[in-house]
């Protein structure tokens, strides 16, 4: 059965940096497309970054230049290491495992993945 388990998350202040992990069973991290994306109550699920099978990343534009998506294949991690946090950024942050390639279009739509975390919140005050 696969399981996407996410974890580091935290509060920070403005400025601040965090890490978050996302450890895959049943699942080749190294082998798969896959994302993050984040959701605060009340609104629809945003996606952040995806890093496909081949390393190619993509980001949102909201966070370009300060989150940096990436895969540890040894451990079977997905990682994001986001620096430069604003308060906008506090909302629960998922990761997101596909069984395909998404198009360059939808690698940052949610329909596209399979499996998914349970998130961590990642709250930053100003």
């Known amino acids: 059965q696969v399981q996407l388990v996410e974890s580091g998350g935290g509060s920070v202040q403005t400025g601040g940096s965090l890490r978050i992990s996302c450890a895959a069973s049943?699942?080749?991290?190294?082998?798969?497309?896959m994302a993050w994306f984040r959701q605060a109550p009340g609104k629809e699920r945003e996606g952040v970054a995806h890093?496909?099978?081949?390393?190619?990343?993509t980001y949102a534009d909201s966070v370009k230049g300060r989150f940096t998506i990436a895969k540890d294949h040894a451990a079977n991690t997905l990682y994001l290491q986001m620096n430069s946090l604003k308060p906008e950024d506090t909302d629960m942050y998922y990761c997101?495992?596909?069984?395909?390639?998404?198009?360059?279009?939808?690698?940052?739509?949610?329909?596209?993945?399979?499996?998914w975390g349970q998130g961590t919140q990642v709250t930053v005050s100003s």
């Open positions: 997101a495992g596909s069984i395909f390639r998404p198009a360059l279009s939808g690698r940052l739509v949610s329909n596209n993945y399979l499996y």
């Open positions: 049943e699942y080749l991290v190294s082998r798969r497309s």
């Open positions: 890093i496909g099978s081949d390393g190619s990343t």
